[in-house]
């Protein structure tokens, strides 16, 4: 069964696709921040969205194992679509929300702290990053499939 896993082509190529994207947040941050904070190695958000580098490189495996006209490629486009919609639009809505809110409560309660936690800022995703993810996902699956087939 392990076996299995660590020869399958598409899981590799797309755990490899999440992987770069996860690193090359940590480098983006510190050329963007010029600060260096490996948290970014496993953070929600940032750039590239290592979600959509994920299930991209997932359908970009799965296409060239088996073809555009599989059920099973129609399957992973579809999941895609559906995490990529996420990452930009309900989980980028939910990031306004909770700096907003943080605002709010730190403002209101200046002085008089109601709680130490904040809520998350970094959830979602621009639309640039879910594209940046999206490429190095089909790039990086293309690369690991098409170059061992």
Known sequence: MLDALLTNDALIASLLAWALAQFLKVITYRVTSGRLDFRMWTSAGGMPSSHSAFVA?????????????????????????IVMYDASGVRQAASRQARI???????????????????KELLGHTPLQVVAG????????????????
């Open 57 to 81: 490189g997932l359908a970009t495996a799965v296409a060239v194992i088996d073809g555009l006209q599989s059920p099973l490629f129609a399957t992973t486009v579809v999941l895609a679509s």
């Open 101 to 119: 809110l943080n605002q709010i409560v730190e403002e209101l309660f200046a002085g008089h702290p109601i709680s130490e936690e904040k809520l």
């Open 134 to 149: 999206a490429l190095l996902g089909i790039i990086v699956a293309w690369w690991w499939v098409a170059g061992r087939r």
